[in-house]
């Protein structure tokens, strides 16, 4: 058991506090972050702008942990995949994503996923195992732009876990890659996405930072919803409706809707009613993405003119509509499809035993 404390688990505040309890003035707390937030160093002796004395008790203290690249796996379209082991043993997917002049990294906040979309290979192939500490979200954006030598200018919670089922530390990663002390990330290039935890809406909403949020929607009827996203039957559609205009009026803000493209499933004239109906007076952008399928999976990928016909039809509503050609597919990279597969060694069948496929 170490009894020392986590650097990586305070706040920029937290540790000013704890550096004054030791006598030392608040710029200590700056060159510790600038080492541990910046620089990537987890030996503490190595802080060299620090006089040896503290350096040897702050060690004392004090650890600095990091997560272990296993794996990084570039696709063909720029986008690489990284596969990190936590400090217990289990691992997590993370995604740089480039385009133009955007980096963006797709974290992930749990270890697995308890929702279980039935798109999804993150719930339906590898369970859930615990939420991820605000440090170890923070450390996936960290590691990326270490290892690749780029800044990195947006970050989308979009990776495996539901993020407001872990709200405190995904809101204190937030704050954490916003900090200039740290990785000094804009607020509003953190978008937040969530597949309809009401609870964390209202959260957010009260929050003073300009975190954005997205929701993924995926149908606006309520029987279809329930179908895919089986936490629609404890937080149904007129709640939904309730907490995001709370969300909008709060911000005066934009929210992206996520909709994946599941052909013969969510894409009828009835549908596309249903959502115009949804998101009436709502300033809002929905972003299609075309399902992305993984072993085993009920849906099958839409065919180019299924994505066009829903496309065009979608921009006859008086919203933005997006189409996102998903990044990464041929690494399995892509939307709903992080499960920590590695080709030819995982057997994927145990995993998916007890789920309705
Ligand atoms: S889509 Fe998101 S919420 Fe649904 S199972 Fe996958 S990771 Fe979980």
């Known amino acids: 058991m170490n009894e020392k404390t986590n650097l990586k688990s305070l706040s920029y505040r937290e540790l000013v506090g704890k550096l004054r309890d030791m006598g030392e003035k608040p710029y200590r707390a700056t060159q510790i972050f600038n080492w541990i937030w910046k620089k990537g160093e987890t030996d503490i002796m190595r802080f060299s702008d620090i006089k040896k004395s503290l350096r040897g008790q702050l060690n004392e203290m004090f650890f600095v942990p990091k997560l272990v690249e296993k794996e990084g796996v570039a696709s063909s379209d720029g986008s690489v995949k990284f596969i990190f082991e936590l400090p217990d043993g289990n691992e997590i997917e993370s995604v740089f994503i480039p385009d133009r002049d955007r980096r963006t990294v797709c974290v992930s906040t749990q270890v697995g996923c308890p929702i279980g979309c039935k798109f999804c290979a993150t719930g339906l192939l590898l369970g859930y195992k615990r939420n991820l500490e605000a440090w170890e979200i923070v450390e996936q954006v960290l590691r990326i732009s270490l290892a690749l030598g780029v800044r990195i200018s947006n970050v989308v919670y979009m990776g495996m876990g539901e993020p407001f089922l872990n709200y405190d530390a995904v809101v204190a990663s937030a704050e954490l890659l916003n900090s200039d002390h740290a990785l000094n990330i ?92 949804f998101l009436k007076g709502l300033p809002s952008k929905i972003n299609i993405i075309p399902f992305n399928p ?15 016909c829903f496309h065009t039809k979608l921009l006859t509503l008086p919203y933005t509509v997006t189409l996102r050609r998903s990044k990464g597919q041929d690494v399995r990279a892509a939307c709903g499809q992080l499960a920590l597969l590695r080709e030819g060694k995982v057997d994927v069948k145990p995993l998916m035993k007890g789920h309705d496929l």
């Open 294 to 308: 993984f072993p085993g999976a009920r849906f099958r990928a839409p065919t180019e003119e299924e994505i066009a």
């Open 186 to 277: 804009g607020a509003r290039k953190i978008t937040i996405s969530t597949v309809g935890i009401i609870p964390g809406i209202y959260r957010l909403s009260a929050h003073p930072k300009q975190f954005k949020l997205a929701i993924s929607l995926h149908s606006a009827i309520q029987e279809k919803r329930e179908e895919i996203v089986p936490i629609a039957r404890r937080y149904p559609l007129k709640e939904l409706k309730k907490a995001i205009f709370a969300y909008y009026h709060a911000k005066k803000r934009f929210i992206t809707f996520e909709y994946v493209l599941l052909p013969g499933f969510n894409d009828s004239d009835e549908d596309i009613e249903a959502i115009d109906r």
